[in-house]
């Protein structure tokens, strides 16, 4: 069985609680009624996350303003490092609108269960390392899942997908 | 005036596209070396840049070493089913007559154990060891956290 297999739960159904880079709680809830983008990191990884969360950056700039209707996420599959204080750093060199969540540890095994994402704390070199779902999803303003830009997606395909759910 | 970890490049640092600059040896050129800031100096620093071999024989970059990390090493990220993972790679292929890159994604240079964080700005010298080509030394250019590119004229990432 791969990550794919299983489609994230609809938004109205998932009940992790997390912390965002601001230090206040959050709730699943608070993005009903919007359309939805997120996606795992953490911010250890010098490759895949910042290059996701440029890409990203990119994208919200070619929407402009139509896209200060998304909510959108960085979900840290890191918290015992990933605190709102360094996620807040972290987030300061990208576009503003992308909103931090870390917290306990159930909370992160939750939210990976709601989303049917995968995250995997390796040893290495006396540290650690994670492995996660790379993909970024993306949810109905309704709540709904719709369909996931995967990491090396052309980015042809990724705006046309974003618009949809702003529509 | 670039900000440069080793003071003894700073003769270096003096000339502001030296990193855009095209690097040689053997029949190996390496140009567009850059690196992204970092958070302190706990979290690992990244290398990104392109090789191009001009001769009519396979070659493979196999190691990094650079002053400014305990433990440089090559990476390459490979996502399968949808998982994101960046196992240790001994090396990475420089096909004869072609272009190969550590580039966002793909093979990267993964800088651990940082002796200090990395600015934007700053710059400091990576030696690439080739199989064949045998070892060149070139200056990479810190840039911005959310940098996706080098900055050089008709630069490809
Ligand atoms: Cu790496």
Same mark, same amino acid.
């Given at each position: ?167 | ?11 270096? /640092?003096? #000339? @502001?596209? !030296?990193?855009?600059?095209? *690097?040689?040896? =053997?029949?190996?050129?390496?140009? $567009?070396?850059? %690196? ?32 400014? /990390?305990? #433990? @440089?090493? !090559?990476?390459?990220?490979? *996502?399968?089913? =949808?998982?994101?993972?960046?196992? $240790?790679?001994? %090396? ?66």
């Amino acid at each position: 069985m791969t990550g794919r297999d299983l489609l994230p739960i609809p938004i109205r159904d998932m009940s992790f609680r997390l912390t965002d880079h601001n230090g206040q709680p959050f709730a699943p809830s608070q993005w009903l009624g919007r359309p939805t983008m997120v996606f795992f990191g953490f911010t250890f990884c010098p490759d895949v996350c910042p290059t996701t969360l440029s890409d990203i950056s990119d994208w919200l700039a070619d929407l402009g303003p139509e896209a200060d209707r998304l909510n959108v996420a960085l979900i840290s599959v890191d918290p015992e490092r990933d605190t709102p204080t360094i996620l807040a750093e972290y987030l300061s060199n990208f576009d503003p609108r992308i909103v931090g969540l870390t917290g306990r540890l159930t909370g992160l095994e939750k939210a990976a269960a709601d989303f049917r994402a995968t995250f995997e704390k390796l040893p290495r070199d006396g540290d650690y390392t994670m492995n996660h779902t790379a993909g970024v999803f993306l949810f109905a303003a309704d709540g709904q899942f719709t369909s996931i830009i995967d990491f090396h997606e052309d980015r042809r395909f990724a705006i046309p997908k974003i618009r949809r759910i702003l529509t | 005036m670039k900000r440069v970890i080793l003071a003894t490049l700073v003769v270096f /640092a003096a #000339m @502001p596209a !030296l990193a855009c600059e095209t *690097v040689r040896v =053997g029949d190996i050129e390496v140009e $567009h070396a850059w %690196s992204r800031a970092t958070i302190g100096a706990d979290r690992p620093g990244v290398v990104y840049l392109s090789i191009r071999n001009t001769g009519s024989t396979d070659d493979a970059l196999i190691g990094v070493a650079t002053p400014i /990390a305990g #433990m @440089p090493m !090559l990476h390459e990220t490979v *996502v399968s089913d =949808g998982i994101a993972s960046m196992p $240790h790679t001994m %090396s990475m292929p420089v096909p004869a007559g072609q272009t190969a890159a550590l580039a966002p994604g793909g093979f990267h240079g993964m800088l651990m154990g940082l002796t200090q964080a990395l600015k934007k700005g700053d710059s400091f010298p990576l030696t690439l060891t080739f199989e064949t080509a045998g070892d060149v030394t070139v200056t990479v250019e810190v840039l911005g956290m959310g940098a996706k590119e080098a900055e050089c004229p008709n630069a490809q990432p």
